[in-house]
């Protein structure tokens, strides 16, 4: 069984629209974090959260917005949607946020921008 | 600014041989060192990872290789089989931020 879900595993949306993009995570792990991966990028970076607070935003634009109701929840809202914004999103978790804490990966979330 | 290089972007062994992926990076303050595997249309799964106080790591067939002085890893994949064709992301992590830096991926293919 995942450990870690996302959904959708796949979203088409148009240019312009907002979309949310959900994760829980039942490894009970303190540290949740989001990266995306598309052709041009390799992983890369967006967001950490270490107890439910933001440590870390590598992300340059606003539109980005993640949103922790629980422990084990971090969604991604993106709002006002570009086709430059077409990637995977993958939300990952670990124990702590730290040293020899490599996160673990769940299966991304497919999105399209038209 | 590439901070974790890894220098073959796709690779082709046969069945049985050792698969040799080759990782480098720049910053002195990176000290623990996962590699993931990837499936097409799947997440990352975390395959094996160093601390930079080691210099080998082994895991079943996986076995890193870690350079300190020279600023290098590698993986190797020994008794490679067909199933073991997915993409390989060696990555870093930056003791100042605590973030981990990913390479750009080595797509390994194993012909029977």
Redesign the interface.
Known sequence: DPK?IQKPKYLVAVTGSEKILICEQYLGHNAMYWYRQSAKK????MF?YSYQKLM?N?TASSRFQPQSSKKNHLDLQITALKPDDSATY?CASSQE????Q???????TRLSVL | QQQVRQSSQSLTVWEGETAILNCSYENSAFDYFPWYQQFPGEGPALLIAIRSVSDKKEDGRFTIFFNKREKNLSLHIKDSQPGDSATYFCAVLNTGNYKYVFGAGTRLKVIA
């Open positions: 870690i390799p992983l890369e970076f950490s870390d590598q993958f946020q730290g040293a020899n490599a996160p673990l990966f769940g299966e991304g």
